[in-house]
């Protein structure tokens, strides 16, 4: 199957860590992403983790990987009120060419508030 | 940072009328995407595009649509005869050669059918 699900908000007091939850359906997915949208704006790719890693760190960003309960998180340390934006968790199924499409979450929108 | 472009931002269109959405690809990438977001659903795969012919399309992808990269910059969605069911906003997203290269967006059409 191909279902992601992510809860649908957040609100978050600035300067707090951000916690966005996402579940997948697909065992056999190799990357998962997690892509960021601001208003009037497209998808903007924030990070991917390859489905053998537990986690990955970049800057602010923790992405949590836990395999075996299909289970992803993104972490945002010290948000700040630019990290407002809709954020989509998003599974890789391999198709041909020795390619892959993505399946979305609904979206997380997040608030900052002061 | 390279990226991908798309025009128009917003396409008003009679229904019945032909469309046709365009995407500049980033310069160097193979691979190349449409996917659509009907307001408020998921983003949803639409067709994926390598080597001058589609490799993968999904159940929305019907022939009403097709996609062309009539030349070496371009990479074309076009909607034959519009319904007001393909009022969307439709992304465009290519990727370098690879398994590991992520799926860069662009920007968005907001596509009204009227």
């Known amino acids: 199957g191909e279902d992601v699900e992510q809860s649908l908000f957040l609100s978050v007091r600035e300067g707090d860590s951000s916690v966005i939850n996402c579940t997948y359906t697909d065992s056999s997915s190799t990357y998962l992403y997690w892509y960021k949208q601001e208003p009037g704006a497209g998808l903007q790719l924030l990070t991917y983790?390859?489905?053998?890693?537990d986690m990955k760190q970049d800057q602010r960003l923790t992405v949590l990987l836990n395999k075996k309960d299909k289970h992803l998180s993104l972490r945002i340390a010290d948000t700040q009120t630019g990290d407002s934006a809709i954020y989509f968790c998003?599974?890789?199924?391999?198709?041909?060419?020795?390619?892959?499409?993505?399946?979305f979450g609904a979206g997380t929108t997040v608030t900052v508030r002061a | 940072e390279p990226e991908v472009t798309q025009t128009p931002s917003h396409q008003v269109t009679q229904m019945g009328q032909e469309v046709i959405l365009r995407c500049v690809p980033i310069?160097?990438?193979?691979?190349f995407y449409w996917y659509r977001q009907i307001l408020g659903q998921k983003v949803e795969f639409l067709v994926s595009?390598?080597?001058?012919?589609?490799?993968?399309k999904s159940e929305i992808f019907d022939d009403q649509f097709s996609v062309e990269r009539p030349d070496g910059s371009n990479f074309t969605l076009k909607i034959r005869s519009t319904k007001l069911e393909d009022s969307a906003m439709y992304f465009c997203?290519?990727?370098?050669?690879?398994?590991?290269?992520?799926?860069?967006f662009g920007d968005g059409t907001r596509l009204s059918i009227l």
């Open positions: 998003a599974e890789s199924h391999a198709g041909g060419s020795n390619d892959y499409k993505l399946s």
């Open positions: 997203a290519s990727r370098g050669t690879g398994n590991r290269q992520p799926q860069h």
């Open positions: 595009f390598y080597n001058n012919e589609i490799s993968e």
């Open positions: 983790i390859f489905s053998n890693m």
């Open positions: 310069s160097n990438h193979l691979y």
